[in-house]
C-alpha cells in the first residue's frame, strides 16, 4: 500500500489533512495494476508523530491488512527511522527505490492532493 499525506501545514489555527492509501500490484518498473484507492479526511489542532500513526492506522483498518508493506516518503513520518515506524504500525514501512514504487507515491500524491484541493475549494463556495 502506498500512502500520502496532503495538507501538512498549519492554516487557520488547523491542520486539514488528507490521507490517501493506494492499493498496487507493483513490479520494479511499472505499476501492474491499482486496486483499491481510499482516503480519508482528518482536521486536528495539532500534527505530532502520534496524530500521524494513529490516522495512518485508521486508513490501515479502511482500507484493510491484505498488503504487504507500506509504501511512503522519508517525510510522512517526520523522518523518524522506517524500523521504528513498521514497529509502531506492525506493518513493514519501506521508501521508494524502483520505478514502480516512485510511480504508486506519485498516484498516492496526486489522490491526496487533488481530494484536498477539491474540499477546500468546496468550503470557500
Same mark, same amino acid.
Not at 517525510?75 to 524500523?83: A, R
Given at each position: 500500500?502506498?500512502?500520502?499525506? &496532503? %495538507?501538512?501545514?498549519?492554516?487557520?489555527? @488547523?491542520?486539514?489533512?488528507?490521507?490517501? %492509501?493506494?492499493?498496487?500490484?507493483?513490479?520494479?518498473?511499472? #505499476?501492474?495494476?491499482?486496486?483499491? #484507492? *481510499?482516503?480519508?479526511?482528518?482536521?486536528?489542532? &495539532? +500534527?505530532? /508523530?502520534?496524530?500521524?500513526?494513529?490516522?495512518? @492506522?485508521?486508513? #490501515?483498518?479502511?482500507? %484493510?491488512?491484505?498488503? *504487504?508493506?507500506?509504501?511512503?516518503? @522519508?517525510?510522512?513520518?517526520?523522518?523518524? $527511522?522506517?524500523?521504528?515506524? $513498521?514497529?509502531? /504500525?506492525?506493518?513493514?514501512?519501506?521508501?521508494?527505490?524502483?520505478? %514502480?514504487?516512485?510511480?504508486?507515491?506519485?498516484?498516492?500524491?496526486?489522490? &491526496?492532493? $487533488?481530494?484536498?484541493?477539491?474540499? #477546500?475549494? @468546496? +468550503?470557500?463556495?
Amino acid at each position: 500500500m502506498a500512502i500520502d499525506i &496532503s %495538507g501538512r501545514h498549519h492554516e487557520d489555527d @488547523k491542520f486539514f489533512r488528507v490521507y490517501a %492509501g493506494v492499493l498496487v500490484e507493483i513490479k520494479a518498473d511499472r #505499476i501492474v495494476h491499482v486496486e483499491k #484507492i *481510499d482516503i480519508m479526511v482528518k482536521e486536528k489542532e &495539532s +500534527q505530532k /508523530l502520534r496524530d500521524i500513526v494513529k490516522e495512518v @492506522k485508521e486508513l #490501515i483498518e479502511k482500507i %484493510g491488512k491484505d498488503f *504487504d508493506y507500506i509504501l511512503c516518503e @522519508k517525510g510522512e513520518f517526520f523522518n523518524i $527511522s522506517k524500523d521504528i515506524i $513498521s514497529t509502531i /504500525l506492525k506493518k513493514e514501512v519501506i521508501h521508494p527505490k524502483t520505478r %514502480g514504487e516512485f510511480e504508486a507515491i506519485n498516484i498516492a500524491h496526486h489522490v &491526496s492532493y $487533488s481530494v484536498r484541493k477539491i474540499l #477546500i475549494e @468546496k +468550503q470557500r463556495i
